[in-house]
């Protein structure tokens, strides 16, 4: 059999059929074809209205697929039963039709993908409408829709700028003078017809009543005028042809084969699968039939024993058509061909001058930037395109693989999912890119031999949800964008992950356990340094125990004794905050309070103000907070009404970070920050960055239309009321991440080990072998041995020490006001340690001695205990005695209430808290407990402040217990004082 029409993809399975070849192209070409259409007229947002069957089926789904791998949102999908009756699909469409159309934001933009009746039926429907509906659709129509009768009525107001699709014509005039011949001529009409009845009804649906079932004497010849429609041959008409010719030259060949130039009677009892074969494996010139040569000079066609034909000398696979304004019938003179689809590359050249468009009801021709097209409304948010957004990943293609891992989004508020665009994780993933491109041309990192691409993974600042996408990775590989996966763990060559350390540990552990090198570009959490726990784990940055430490140096330096920390509740909060907790008795100081904020604090800042307030003895407020923190507390300090009211020692994420805005009362805060330069190049690589919507970095579009506050026309989210210009980057006032400079050098530390390795291990660089991942830790000592121009000086420094931590420690700023500004001003670094006191002193007018001190003891009684004189005197025998005897009822009493704490604590009543004294911590009630991003629960304290409690030198205050578990708390924590 040899299909002339039959286009549904799944017909291309020879496993399935065998004896099945087709001369037409596979309605996967056509699907390539829309959809690269599409991308140039960028359509975002469209519906499809197709027949229920299989054609329609099949290439609604592969459209679908395709679509949603180019960010193409098909918003409706609108199935039309075949079996109905025309008047019932013309009914059915008209209400889907006004459904499309009448709605806040428009879904114009239409695909119809079904065959002749519902195209024809379709036409009808919008014809029928125009009256009700509110704007005018746009539609691309499937080459079934072409087939001849479909335009054959005048459709001008309805048709108008829109698009079809067909497989490339070559007319063969022979058959067309034939055809058109056949209906005005009576004659041969009625001799053509005694040997092909379906003639006569093609013949009885163009003429009048009185020649039905008829083509007697009393029938006239269909007029010129009235003819055209049916003069015209179906597009499929010329494939029918090339079908025909094809069997017959196979047809030909084995009988020539079998019994010469004549006629045999061995040629009857031939078998099929000889046909078969020859059809399966010849090529068959065309133009050797001789009515052909003229129109089909230098074509041939072959299979390459597939069921699909190859057509030499023609690689145009489909055609685009652009349907203009018109006075005529003919419908040659509305559709123009504008563009063609090449098989071979797989390209779409549209002719956009050619294209054309009008504004209706007038029919004004519009030009190529004002044309109509298929996407969300302007002041519209489509937000079911939004939330069909799937998390895609950044994938640059190549031999080999670094997998990164960059915060492109902040954690949401439910659940495992992500929240809006983190400040800075653009930079992140862009570093990684740049990186990537720029190792090409640096030698000593580039891989000989082999292009090394990346993928970019979203962590969304979510530990599980960094965890479930890599363990995707790790067992299915890629999305193939066909519903399936494409394995790539063979060619990964290490994994750069991340900047925060919840997410590093969370990358660690599961790399732990697949034996992968991991370099972290910003994670400072003191766990990290553990390598029992974490054997393949490389950082850059130094860990927060030589930040702790340069914190208490300072502190010391101030003359403090009585401080406050407020600290994120994560590994890098509650690490930082333990590191500086252990060192507090070395400088004989001590913590009057701890606040410690859940990712979404239900308060607002100023609770927070008014916590530290509570302990305005402790003037010295450590800050161990995440970058959001920073950013969602430091705009509040405006409330303090003074620089020193109370000041602050901030950690590397406030560090050098733009948040300062005018805040006047932060001057003589302390940052520290781990600083390296800004690579030009990469400057010059953001300024340069412009989007398309179909960018190979998934985020870039979001991203840019948040920075210029616009939205560009392809947009989802068009609540921004002007128009983005593609042509249009980043402002000039840009603060790029200070992270970006240790994203590249970890990318660079990890290619030029990687390189090192794969030359020691494989003999090559092309490929990664068995030894490579068997001798790991071979990779991670090359790693540790890198150099590079870290400083951008033309000095190679090492960049990790022997455990695989960071060697570039911390510098020291100030804030303080110069010109009118509040700005960063260097006065140290922790390595050696060094500060400049006189210079912070002078900033904050303190001349003498600090009152940083707890002065007043009473205000203090948490570590400060008044004593009066030393007695030398000698106690009684009695006195002893009572003594000892009140030790044992204390021992006794102290026994019976540890045995009570135990049972309570088996009960398992809440969760234990675990606040040590002497520090002031907040206690929260059961009630007061919300659900975190992460899916579990976490202790987060709510805007009533009277959930404290205070630990005295001689009494417990409790303030609004609601539980017994709190209550518990209290009295272990006051014993074990």
Excluded at 933 to 955: A, F
Aim: proline residues 4%; contains cysteine; negative net charge.
């Amino acid at each position: 059999m040899i299909g002339y029409s039959t286009t549904a993809a799944s017909l291309s399975d020879r496993s399935l059929y065998r004896n099945f070849f087709r001369v037409i192209p596979p309605d996967n070409i056509q699907i390539n074809a829309m959809e690269l259409l599409m991308i140039e007229m960028n359509w975002t947002y469209f519906a499809v209205i197709y027949d229920d069957d299989i054609y329609g089926r099949e290439g609604v789904t592969d459209l679908d697929k395709r679509s949603q791998k180019r960010r193409i949102c098909l918003t409706e999908k609108i199935p039309v039963d075949t079996q109905l009756s025309q008047q019932e699909t013309i009914s059915h469409l008209q209400d889907a039709l006004i459904s499309l159309l009448n709605r806040s934001s428009p879904i114009i933009g239409i695909v119809v993908f079904g065959g002749t009746k519902l195209g024809t039926s379709f036409l009808y429907a919008i014809n029928k409408s125009l009256n009700v509906l509110q704007t005018f659709p746009i539609l691309i129509l499937s080459e079934a829709s072409m087939d001849a009768g479909v335009f054959s009525v005048n459709w001008p107001t309805v048709l108008a700028g829109s698009f079809a699709l067909n497989p490339p014509r070559r007319k063969i005039e022979t058959f067309e003078i034939y055809w058109a011949s056949l209906f005005q001529n009576r004659t041969k009409l009625t001799e053509a017809s005694k040997g092909n009845t379906l003639l006569l009804n093609v013949y009885e649906r163009w003429s009048s009543e009185k020649c039905k079932n008829s083509v007697g004497v009393t029938c006239d010849p269909l007029t010129s005028n009235f003819s055209d429609p049916v003069l015209i041959s179906s597009p499929f008409s010329d494939y029918a042809i090339h079908a025909a010719v094809v069997l017959v030259d196979a047809i030909k060949s084995v009988h020539a084969f079998k019994c010469g130039h004549n006629l045999c009677p061995s040629f009857v009892n031939v078998r099929r699968s000889e046909i078969i074969n020859k059809l399966a494996f010849s090529e068959v010139a065309l133009d050797d039939f001789p009515w052909l040569k003229k129109y089909l000079k230098g074509s041939s066609v072959s299979f390459n024993g597939s069921v699909d034909a190859f057509y030499q000398q023609q690689p145009t696979s489909y055609v685009v058509y652009n349907c203009q304004a018109y006075t005529s019938i003919n419908r040659e003179d509305c559709f123009k061909e504008v563009g063609n689809y090449d098989r071979l590359s797989q390209k779409l050249t549209l002719l956009k001058a050619d294209v054309k468009d009008y504004k209706f009801p007038t029919y004004t021709e519009l030009p190529w930037n004002e044309i109509r097209k298929g996407q969300c409304s302007n002041g519209s948010v489509c937000a079911s395109c939004i939330s069909n957004e799937t998390n895609p990943d950044f994938i640059i293609p190549g031999d080999l693989y670094i997998v990164a891992v960059a915060p492109v989004h902040v954690r949401g508020s439910t659940p495992m999912q992500c929240g809006d665009l983190k400040l800075g994780g653009m930079d992140i993933v862009e570093a990684i890119h740049f990186a990537i491109q720029q190792s090409k041309y640096q030698s000593g990192v580039m891989v000989p031999d082999a292009s090394v691409g990346a993928v970019i993974i979203d962590s969304c600042i979510h530990p599980l949800i960094i965890k479930e996408r890599l363990l995707t990775l790790y067992r299915y590989g890629l999305p193939n964008g066909e519903g399936g996966y494409s394995q790539i763990m063979n060619k990964v060559l290490g994994f750069i992950a991340e900047w925060t350390s919840d997410i590093s540990i969370a990358v660690a552990d599961v790399l732990t356990e697949t034996r992968h090198v991991q370099i972290a570009y910003g994670s400072t959490a003191p766990v990290l340094s553990n390598r029992t726990l974490f054997p393949y784990f490389l950082r850059l940055t130094s860990s927060d125990i030589l930040q702790a430490q340069a914190m208490i140096d300072i502190i010391k330096g101030m003359g403090a004794n009585y401080i406050q920390i407020i600290n994120t509740d994560s590994a890098y909060g509650n690490g930082g905050k333990n590191a500086i907790l252990e060192s507090l008795d070395t400088i004989g100081a001590c913590v009057a309070q701890i606040i410690t904020l859940s990712f979404f604090p239900s308060f607002n800042q100023s609770v927070v103000v008014q916590r530290i307030r509570d302990f305005s003895s402790a003037k010295v407020v450590v800050l161990f907070l995440s970058t959001s923190h920073h950013e969602w507390l430091v705009p509040s300090l405006e409330e303090l009404t003074s620089p020193q009211e109370f000041i602050f020692i901030a950690s590397e994420e406030w560090g050098t970070r733009p948040i300062l805005q005018d805040v006047k009362n932060l001057i003589g805060t302390i940052t520290l920050s781990i600083d390296l330069p800004v690579n030009q190049k990469f400057s010059e690589h953001m300024s340069n960055l412009r989007t398309t919507g179909q960018d190979v970095n998934p985020w870039l579009q979001k991203f840019m239309e948040k920075e210029l506050n616009c939205h560009f026309e392809w947009s989802f989210n068009k609540s921004a009321s002007k128009p983005c210009s593609v042509n249009k980057g980043l402002t000039s006032d840009y603060k790029i991440d200070f992270w970006v400079p240790f994203v590249e050098n970890a990318v660079y530390a990890l290619m030029t080990g990687a390189s090192q390795t794969l030359k020691e291990q494989c003999g090559q660089t092309k490929t990664i072998c068995d030894k490579y991942r068997a001798n790991i830790m071979d990779l991670v000592k090359q790693i540790k041995d890198v150099q590079l121009n870290i400083r951008g000086n033309g000095n190679k420094d090492s960049i990790f020490d022997q455990n695989g931590d960071g060697l570039l420690g911390y510098n020291i700023y100030m804030v303080e006001k110069q010109v009118g500004k509040v700005k960063y001003t260097s006065i140290g670094q922790s390595v050696p340690f060094y500060w400049n006191k006189q210079k912070w002193e002078n900033s904050m007018n303190i001349q003498g001695e600090s009152n940083l001190k707890c002065g007043d003891k009473s205000l203090c009684p948490n570590c400060f205990t008044a004593t009066g004189p030393e007695t030398t005197s000698t106690p009684s025998a009695g006195f002893m005695y009572s003594t000892i005897a009140l030790i044992v009822i204390c021992i006794l009493l102290l026994a019976a209430v540890i045995i009570l704490i135990i049972k309570l604590r088996h009960k398992g009543v809440g969760q234990e808290g675990n606040y040590a004294s002497p520090y002031i911590t907040p206690v929260y009630t059961s009630s007061d407990r919300t659900d975190t991003s992460e899916g579990s629960s976490s202790d987060s304290p709510s805007q009533n402040t009277s959930n404290l409690y205070y630990i005295g030198q001689d009494d417990l205050y409790i303030r609004s217990h609601s539980s017994r578990l709190e209550m518990k708390e209290d009295i272990a924590n006051h014993i074990e004082n």
